[in-house]
């Protein structure tokens, strides 16, 4: 079992930056590659970025690409995701999820899932 707490989501204007954590506890941090998604309102949630077990691979959605990084520290059991130029469109409920396999972009693919932690983007 792997336990996730997603932090540092808040209210930002357009063009900010903000940097989500997720912290892990229970099972090796290092054996799960970890996702982000979001979950508009109204939307289904999407794939944001992915990291491998290892940090050596990452994936990104086109819409972000550029703009979002994702990253981890093993010493602390966390991945990051590192959000700049902040869009309207971006305001969403953003989650982190473990996966115990190699990185996906389905949320299907994923088996454990964190509470989540709104970002806000105003224009």
């Known amino acids: 079992q792997v336990q996730l707490v997603e932090s540092g989501g808040g209210l930002v204007q357009a063009g900010g930056s903000l940097r989500l954590s997720c912290a892990a506890s229970?099972?090796?941090?290092?054996?799960?590659?970890m996702g982000w998604f979001r979950q508009a309102p109204g939307k289904e949630r999407e794939f944001v970025a992915a990291?491998?077990?290892?940090?050596?691979?990452?994936y990104y959605a086109d819409s972000v690409k550029g703009r979002f990084t994702i990253s981890r520290d093993s010493a602390k059991n966390t991945v990051y995701l590192q959000i700049r130029s902040l869009k309207p469109e971006d305001t969403a409920v953003y989650y982190c999820?473990?996966?115990?396999?190699?990185?996906?972009?389905?949320?299907?693919?994923?088996?454990?899932w964190g509470q989540g932690t709104q970002v806000t983007v105003s224009s």
């Open positions: 999820a473990a996966r115990g396999l190699g990185t996906g972009t389905r949320k299907d693919d994923y088996d454990y």
């Open positions: 229970g099972r090796i941090f290092s054996n799960y590659a």
């Open positions: 990291i491998s077990w290892n940090g050596a691979s990452s």
